[in-house]
């Protein structure tokens, strides 16, 4: 009763931590054991209260508005007639599985599009969430039941549109897990209910979809006879790509085939095209083809040995069930045939798109159930799928197992941020924003020596394209270890807590990021995952290391020929090598292929891997690296030195094959507008053959790496690295030294300002966070006073020409448009002078040096932001336009023969309120009451909506120009116009929290976190973050505060970062005063998210179970709430006792190793402590009806209970020391009397 999650059997790993009870945290619920078993989950539920109440036995919190299901599951009642989303299965298969993409919608039978990789392998085609609301009901997957019972006939199609026929008498529910989705329909008309799983084949050499189909006679009497024709209405061979699908469908078609069938009784159908499509003299045969099996789960279709369950055959010809009906919408054949007769009847298997039904007949009695499993995958080959897959996918138990295995794996991956409180939707929003944080991030591997020199390899990550997003052409690869690239920012963002989640990746995604930024501040667009190559194996040698690898993973010496020419590539990544030795037919008969993997990661280096890809250069891809940095030294504060100022953080410069403009050619005349900045960068032929000559040099890994010109690549300390990236920034502020010009072409993250760029725009975001890195740069700089910083004497000479500006402004001898000029020209030198080559040559900069050009740095930007504030009426602006006011017209013209200008003078320019000006102006501000100012401030403007006690991601836009941007085409309240975009509302939240402001960030968030909004306004599962919410502004009243534009966004990110801090406090990693390293626990969690025992657990670093004891429910930032001991108990099992606030170096390694089994920590309050009865004040400001001290004669009916507990207590104490000892700290702090536990220590 003190646990809901393990009452419902919901949590996968809920936990007590400690001596108190341990749980295995991967293990399943036993309801998915029980559920998995047979058929699908039944139990319908009739009414959304019953349900909620069979799920929250008690006061679990008064703030959730969702209902789960025994299985932990989100459930969405009446989905098909509530507002339609769309989203998606995760495509994980886990590390030796490759994955498959599925993309499903709330209406028809909920899965809309599946296929391989990207959009051009579709097994069914791929369309926009607006076409496949429409499309999914007839183009995907159907089900036609045709049955009898007492001599009445009928006839119907489960999850069929409503119509003014049928369907009106049923009720459909959606159940979303974190790997599956089930639809399950209740028709009370005909009496059957019909329930169909979807999931993606886990731990698989090949890519496969689960349609796991239940049909149940729910008479409670009389026995039904039923025939079932089910399958997918259109299925695409292989080889037919997006663009031809849409643009070219009907030619297409002439390709199209239907293989195996006649060889195996219509029972293992094969679907590719005939030949490639490519119009060229070199034409190739399609080998790869999609396949569907199907079968009925059952003793009577077991074959003989009883291992395996007989195939069914497949109807591929759509004309032999729906006849001319060319809208599929009715299947005019099966009204007058039997199920049997048209699985016989003869078809037709080329020049058409094909179908994949089967079917069964069966009797059922009251209550009984035919389930009919259909698995549709790829295949490199017809052999491989006969040989390989066929007999593997029809084992009795296969699917269920894999059901079961599918689910676990989630949760295994989630088990990082496990936690349990007395929210239950808040502990489930935790892991589902865990799981598509890092599928946009990637998800961090140890490979290699974990202990000593692990190798960080990043998986199950892809670039955000979906139903709703349908402008990004995602990229799944179909391998092992499978991962796909990502945008520089996304990846960069989601990465953020890595070190913390798994501290192993350390100072990986520092070095990594840095490594990306350009000479010039800025960076490539694309990450992808890094690349492994053998040191030892450079150039045209036979590596060593791969002929002792291969020497220890196969015996024949064929087998080790194939491994050793696989390792000898100048780079590789796990999935590439996996699928190599797999074409090789190579067998690791002496190792595994974990082992194997190991020992190459362990041999090999790591490469880091970006692509330019774009016209442009993004604003604020910088703005994270600062992030990571934080992050951290957040886990090792211990390492600050080896990693900012020693060789241990030494990183090179990458180098993209473009160079931005210097401003005179860049600046244009525009005819009827007047000047603008275009044409911000262009192809340099030198940098180009640099990079040639690179790969011509030396490993691919250090290809995009800038060299002096004797060809060696140029290195600086991390420290270094930071100084110039801010001084880079620092070079381009505005005119009037408020914002950070967007010189290069591109805004900040909000890329429907696109127009901003050319209208000489800034922005405050850009220049608090340079204002930061600044900052953090001199707190360094004291805390290390005798390190120096080498830079590059081209950044010397900068950094020496921007003191001089800055002493000359200061001393009034030069205007701020002077300063302005000349500050830029000095960049532009510096430009040059590093475009292709670093010279070589170094200076030091020590702490007294740096000292002074930090202060003066961070006071001119001190005073350009109270600047800003001023001309903006006090209110923090996000973004500044510079009108031209005075120019000359230079002789030279640009490609549209548009004259280049020389500005001689600009006025700025308001822009209307955004919420990031603020969002970033909070990480900079030094004490709590300009950060209060600045809450205030931002409440009392037009981006909080009142209506929804929500922020907006800007104020109206009305009166600005279309010049700004693409925004000014979306009406308000939609996209990036004044909705709310809640990766921003989330950034500020989390600045709340950062800024101390806790009060007020828990009062946000019980209406901004997306776990405490109503689905049925939200619009969809309340565990995923849609990118905006349609915000009062919008005209159409019914879509406020409904989410588009499912997951995979930053808002993962800074919701982790909050949920970090609320578990663990701003520094659980100190310094103590003897310089060693300290574990101090400062949670920021409130009262009412303590259970009912007073208790709330999570995972610390990602292994350690840590559980908070808080018997009074104080906030646990009260002053009056005080630490006072922990419990920590090793791997051994063996318990310690610590008094006081702080854990020792001893045990803080170990927690930061994952060697420290859990951590209880006991809070306690410094005033009397007061009877239960007075404990509930703080829960919501409610006492719970069932502990109601006036119905008990001021008693809390939780006596009782702990008269039964404390029983319990006493009997386990004398069997346990440990335990024994455990309670003897934390019983009275629980508000048990003494007289109570003296009571029961005495028996």
Known sequence: RRWPLVAAGVAVGVFFSGVLLSTPKHEAPAAVEAATEGSNSGGYVAEEEEAAAAFYPNDATALSKTTFDPLGRVQLFNYDTSKPFASFLPAVSGAYGVPM???YVNRGQGLSTFGTENKDKPIMEFNSANKAYEYVATEGFRTFIKGSRSSQAFSFEPFAIKDGEHGHNSKRDMMIGMNELEIQEVDLENQIQTNVVYFTLPNEAFPALVRRVSVTNIHPEHDATIEVLDGQAKLQPSGADDWHLKNMGRTLEAWMNVYNMDETGNTN???????????????TAIVEGHWALGYVESPETMEKDGKAYNALPFIVDPNVIFGQDTTLRTPLHLQFSSVNDLLASKQVMTSKTPCAFTGTTRSLGPGETLTLNLIFGRSPSLETFQELIVDKVREVGYIANKRREATKLLYELTDKVAMSSASPVFDAYVRQMYLDN?????????????????????????????????????QIDACFYSMGPGAFRDVNQNRRCDSIQEPKVGAFNVKMFLSFVQADGYNPLTVESAYFYLPDGLGNMTSPSAIAIAAESASSPKDQEAIVKVLSWPAFRPGDVFIALDEHGVKLDKTTKQDFLDKVAKAALLAPNAQFNQNGFWADHWTYHQDLVDTYLTVFPDKARDVLYGDDGLVPFYM????????????????????????????DDDKAQALSDNAAAGP??????????????????SIAKLFMLAVNKFAILDPYGMGVEYEGGKPGWNDAMNGLPGLFGSGMPEAFEAQRI????RRMTLQFPDEVVTVPREMANLVEALSKEMNELAAGEQDDFTYWDDSHAALETYRFATRVHFSGETDELDAAALQTFLDKAIHKMELGATRALDLNGGVTPTFWIFDVTDYDVLDSKDDQQRSFVRVKSFKPRTVPIFLEGP???????DNYEDRQSVYEMVKKTPLYDAALKMYTISASLEGMSFEIGRMMAFVPGWLENQSVWLHMSYKYYLELLR??????????????????MDPKIYGRSPLECASFIASTAHPDSSIHGQGYLARLSGSTAEFLSMWNLMMMGHEPFVMDSKGELALHLSPIIPGWLFTQAGQLSFTLLGKVVTTYHNPDFYDTWDPRLRITSSVVVDSRGVAQVLQGSSIPQKFAIQAREGTLKSIDVFFSAREAQEPWTGLHHRRFGICPPRISASDHGGVSSRGDNHDARLSEWAGRAQADPIFASHLGIGVVQRGVSLRRWQAVRDA
């Open 995 to 1012: 800024g101390g402001l806790y009060n007020e960030f828990f009062e946000e968030i019980k209406t901004g976190l997306v776990a405490f």
């Open 656 to 683: 993209s094959p473009v160079t931005c403009q210097p401003r005179d050619q860049k600046y244009v005349l525009v005819p009827n507008s007047g000047p603008r900045q275009y044409d911000f960068i262009y192809n």
């Open 101 to 103: 993409w599925a993309f």
């Open 700 to 717: 691919v890994a250090d290809q995009t790496w800038q060299r002096t010109p004797d060809g060696r690549v140029f290195t600086v300390t």
């Open 438 to 474: 890092f599928l946009r991030g990637g998800y961090p591997i140890v490979l290699g020596d974990s202990d000593h020199d692990p190798k960080i390899f990043h998986t199950f990550s892809r670039i955000h394209g979906d139903l709703e997003r349908d402008y990004n052409y995602f």
């Open 774 to 777: 600044l900052k953090f740069i």
């Open 919 to 925: 969002t970033r102006q909070l990480k900079i501000l």
């Open 269 to 283: 159908p094969f679907f590719k095209l005939s030949a490639s499509l490519a119009d060229t003299a070199e034409v």
